[in-house]
């Protein structure tokens, strides 16, 4: 029944979206400065914002598989950055992906996001607008914060620019927060890290007792502008913590009462994915149902969590949790872990002299929270190792056990 009624839906919403889509093209509207097409790319820097960065996001839903192979209906962002305009409607319908598109900046740029609410194909007859919220977002001006209660939120066929001075390092996250506990139950989440301006410090620098490398055979980066040169890493990689409730995701789908009081996630996963497929570092093929495509082939998954590193290598985890159910534990069994950040703060004493990192085996992350987290690989055997939670029951994918939020950290000689 599942299956005949969707793809009915979908031929028909698909030809009613081909009706709407001349006049729907023409509310896209790009800002990015040195952008002469809208596209989102700078073509030619603008002297008055030399460090500026552009992207474009659509905000639609879509379809992932879970790794049991388990369709879920989503709502999500996708990235259309490069995208021209007039195909930028048709680029951000079932285009959700899960998580949302990575954002990495620099600090000392300047970001202009924009977000175009492609509308829900599959649910036409929600009108939810959608906004951006960058999660713990210093002096955020209210007008760019994404809270519907103090801000803007896009509706449907229309875009928005935010803006944003990007003015301290760190790991952060990102989400709709518009009607946030089901945006962000259906997938509304991603991964966003800022880089420290002691990156690009000359070649030679002193930091404390290291000497900062900046040239073309090597190029030292760090998680903070730390003066010391403690912080730094030689392979990084983003792991948001997240889970879904397949029963609240197929109310959705299904055009039912959702079951907020009663929400139980039972997909836990990394990046989007649960294990084994956090550890694919292809993208998983667009989702089917019944032996056809639900989204017209587009991917919807395609961040991995598999880390690789070579024995002697620090492996920076920037690790968020963005559920809106639970706490999550993570651990990686047999490597030392060093947290040297939390909520996108070095941790520092009074001063900023004293360097408060710890040493841990696990690290607990509630939703809304990030931490840096330091492998150091110098004692360790070339092998692989597993990145996982702690909560047990959360080792698997629903039903199927052997899974759920556990990724390979692969260190070779």
Known sequence: MKTICTLSRL???????????????????VQCPGDTNGDAVIDSPDPDHPNAK??????????????????????????????????????????????????????????????????????????DPHSVHFHGFPQAAPVFDGMP????????????????????????????????????????LGNLYVSPAQNELPDGTVLGTHVHQN????????????????????????????????????????????????MKDKYAMMNGRG??????????????????LVNGGKVSQPVDSKVSASVGDRILLRLSNLSV??????????LPMQVVGTGAHILRGPGGTENLYHDTSSVTLGGGEAADVIVDTSGASPGTYFLYTTNL????????????MMTEIVITN
């Open 54 to 127: 552009c992207m474009h996001l659509s905000g639609g839903d879509g379809f992932v598989t879970m790794a049991d192979g388990y369709l879920q209906y989503i709502f999500g962002f996708a990235d259309l950055t490069g995208t021209p305009p007039a195909a930028a409607m048709d680029a951000g319908m079932l285009a959700a992906n899960f998580p949302a598109p990575t954002i990495a900046l620099k600090e000392g740029q300047e970001f202009y996001l924009t977000l175009t609410n492609a509308g829900m194909v599959i649910r036409p007859d929600l009108f």
């Open 325 to 334: 159910t639970n706490f999550y534990t993570v651990t990686a069994l047999g």
């Open 215 to 262: 040239n073309a055979s090597a190029a030292d980066t760090y998680v903070y502008n730390d003066g010391d040169g403690s912080t730094r890493y030689d392979v990084e990689i983003p792991i948001q913590l997240g889970s879904f409730d397949p029963a609240f995701h197929d109310a959705s789908y299904t055009v039912q009462p959702l079951p907020f009081a009663e």
């Open 149 to 188: 209660e103090g801000s803007i939120a896009i509706n449907m066929g229309a875009s928005i620019t935010y803006y944003y001075n990007i003015l301290e390092p760190g790991t952060f996250m990102y989400h709709c927060h518009v009607e946030a506990t089901e945006h962000m139950q259906m997938g509304m």
């Open 393 to 404: 029951n959360y080792l698997s994918n629903n039903t199927e056990d052997y899974g759920g």
């Open 275 to 292: 294990y084994p497929d956090t550890v694919n570092t292809d993208d998983l093929p667009p989702p089917v149902e019944g032996g056809e």
């Open 11 to 29: 031929s028909f919403l698909a030809a009613l979206a081909w009706g709407l889509a001349p006049t729907a093209y023409g509310a896209v509207f």
